[in-house]
């Protein structure tokens, strides 16, 4: 994909399914990303999509495009609610922007928002020697926990790893 200059940028921005930029790529919003699985499924090409709400594929990057396909096809699936077609996100976060005009990313999983943690979770991970860090919506570990958690499992580990995930770690090794 092409560098945008900032000129480019605030043209772009005008497009109602550009979120914004993270630093030379373009962050679609929810709603665009569930019209491309939709459409997708109706038989439309992706570059037909694009095309039909104002990108110029060659200039966002066939490569880029092709990626968003393949990702947004993994996180989101097609449901029937009230005889009609809807497309909801299985996994993965969606991005918003915050009061500060910077990017937020909400963790979904199984179809539903990853609630943060509340007062009394903070509170009993604080608690934890293996818990370096944690607020409402983070959770940091410490070297020792990773250390004991890629030997044990053998996996490497994700810092941002969903909250059951952590919650589950959590009683583990408490």
């Known amino acids: 994909m092409a560098k945008f200059t900032n000129k480019r ?10 979120l914004t930029f993270a630093k030379d790529h373009i962050i679609y919003t929810e709603t665009f990303r ?26 966002i990057g066939l490569s880029s495009i092709k990626a ?3 990702n947004w096809s ?8 009230n005889g009609k077609r809807k ?19 909400i963790p979904v999983e199984g179809g539903s928002l990853v609630n943060d943690y509340t007062e009394i ?3 009993e991970l604080k608690k934890n020697k293996y818990v370096e860090f944690v607020s409402k919506d983070k ?17 490497k580990v994700n810092i941002k790893m969903h909250k059951k ?4 770690m959590y009683k583990k090794f408490n």
């Open 34 to 59: 569930k019209k491309v699985i939709l459409e997708l499924s109706n038989g439309k090409t992706i570059l037909q999509i694009f095309k039909e709400c104002g990108f110029d594929p060659n200039e």
């Open 74 to 81: 993994k996180e989101f699936k097609i449901i029937e609610e």
């Open 165 to 168: 995930l952590k919650i589950k």
């Open 68 to 70: 968003n396909k393949h």
């Open 139 to 155: 959770i940091t570990f410490t070297k020792e926990f990773k250390i004991l958690f890629i030997s044990e499992f053998n996996v």
């Open 87 to 105: 497309v909801i996100r299985i996994k993965g976060a969606y991005p918003i922007l915050n009061d500060n005009g910077n990017i937020k990313y």
């Open 9 to 18: 940028k605030k043209e772009l921005l005008e497009n109602k399914y550009i």
């Open 121 to 123: 979770e903070i509170e």
